[in-house]
């Protein structure tokens, strides 16, 4: 990074939790915080040592590792984590067979009170999850409130191991608990609730519908997705192996963002649950991937595995690094761009069928690697050309615009995409092309288009 940059992005970073950057501040659904950034409910979350520490760094908030009822819960003692690597070794996700917090409940009542007596300034907001009863929320709920914690979370999104005793997602995947649980939680408390949805569902709008028809004042999303990242060789066992035995886990880091970032504006452009307070997860790793999450609608968003990847002190290039962005996009306050992106988001059939563009190759910048011309003859459309000197030229009477070579290349900026404008021709298609936007749902090779026209 250019020393310039650095400079600039650096030089807000301060270890002074009462000095944190005033244009990042953030009320989610009633709670403040001082920056959007929080650590999601997870082992970092766990003790109050680490969540100290944590805010002492300079996190806007902390969702404490879900609590549940005593006799507590018992984790396995052997491996939790499995992962999936880049070829660089970088961590691209990870998966856990980790379950709620395995400490008494009084233990972390009495520490959650303590964080929240000495940061009265971050949002603490408490995960929950206990057997789908009433009686059962009835009598942790005022537990904690007599933390004065800031809000709950229920847990209705873990995949394994709680979804097995009817909690978890056995809960998230069914529209109608959701509702029940949801309001039994709002009949019995003071506090903002937020519901947690898992994205081992099909349409993650109908459990949010659910959420907010049970009275939820926020949802969270995503939680993990339920995965088997690899098998031993030699054991022949899923990893984590336990005494030769692996089961499915929970799927998280950048891998799931793509995921978690279609589910957040599906819920936040959807008719019912537009305007639902959404705190964002999966796969945060840097400022740049909490933008998005804020763009597409998110007021608040929670980070896990960057921070178990790199520690907590990542929160400086998080807040630092959005800080200037927005103060070169001119956004004063987080609230001047969350949900910008959301009316851009739109169903296939409405794309414009007349926006026509054609890959464009460098030859300054290539360096003959081949990898476009490659993927392009063989699993593609064969709109690549090598040349004398081994240079590659767009056929664009094949070009079809996929734009894979731009996605395979190497080396940024070599190839782009260059929109034809309009009166141009169109080798491809031998049109002119025309400045007028047309969608499927017009096209003439569309029946039901021509259907409705015929009607």
């Known amino acids: 990074m250019p020393p310039k940059i650095f400079i600039n992005i650096c030089r807000h970073t301060t270890n002074n939790e009462d000095n944190q950057l005033s244009n990042l501040q953030t009320n989610f659904a009633g709670i403040n915080s001082p920056n959007p950034f929080w650590l999601a409910s997870a082992p970092p979350t766990d003790k109050e040592y680490n969540v100290t520490r944590a805010l002492k760094d300079g996190w806007g908030g902390v969702v404490w590792k879900t609590l549940g009822l005593d006799p507590h819960i018992v984790n396995v003692n052997g491996p939790r984590y499995g992962a999936v690597w880049g070829r660089d070794r970088s961590l691209l996700g ?23 007596r000495n940061f009265p300034d971050r949002a603490l907001v408490v995960s929950l999850m206990v ?13 904690v409130e007599d933390t004065n914690a800031d809000g709950v979370e229920l847990n209705f999104g873990c995949p394994h191991g709680m979804s097995e005793r009817g909690m978890g997602s056995a809960v998230g995947q069914v529209p109608e608990y959701i509702s029940m649980v949801t309001r039994w939680v709002k009949d019995n408390t003071r506090m903002p609730v937020i519901v947690k949805l898992t994205p081992n569902i099909t349409d993650v709008r109908y459990p949010a519908r659910a959420a907010l028809n049970g009275g939820a004042d926020a949802v969270s999303l995503i939680n993990t997705i339920s995965s088997i990242t690899s098998v031993n ?53 840097n400022w740049r991937d909490a933008a998005e999450f804020i763009l597409l609608g998110s007021g608040s968003v929670q980070v896990c595995t960057a921070a178990m990847t790199f520690g907590f002190k990542i929160i400086a290039e998080l807040t630092s690094g959005l800080e200037l962005w927005m103060e070169q996009k001119g956004f004063d306050r987080i609230e001047d761009f969350q949900g910008r992106a959301v009316g851009n988001v739109t169903d296939w059939q409405y794309l414009n069928l007349n926006y026509i563009t054609k890959a464009r190759i460098n030859q300054d910048l290539c360096i003959k690697c081949g990898r476009c011309y490659a993927v392009c003859e063989d699993t593609s459309h064969q709109a690549i050309a090598i040349n004398e000197g081994r240079t590659f030229e767009v056929i664009d009477e094949e070009c079809v615009a996929c734009n894979l070579c731009v996605n395979v290349c190497p080396v940024d900026n070599c190839i782009t995409m260059e929109q034809l404008q309009e009166g141009d021709y169109d080798k491809r298609t031998g049109q002119p092309v025309i400045d007028t936007y047309s969608n499927w749902t017009q096209h003439p090779n569309n029946v039901l288009a021509c259907t409705e026209e015929q009607e």
């Open 94 to 116: 990870l998966n856990n067979i980790e379950l709620i917090t395995d400490r008494p409940l009084e233990k972390n009542l009495q520490e959650i009170k303590s964080v929240k």
């Open 131 to 143: 057997p789908c009863e009433e009686d059962a929320w009835k009598k942790i709920l005022p537990m």
């Open 233 to 285: 060789l030699d054991t022949f066992s899923p990893e984590p192996s336990i005494d030769g035995k692996g089961t499915h886990g929970g799927y998280c880091g950048p891998a799931v963002k793509p995921i978690a970032l279609n589910m957040v504006a599906e819920i936040a452009r959807d008719r019912e649950t537009a305007g639902l307070p959404i705190s964002g997860i999966g796969g945060i790793t």
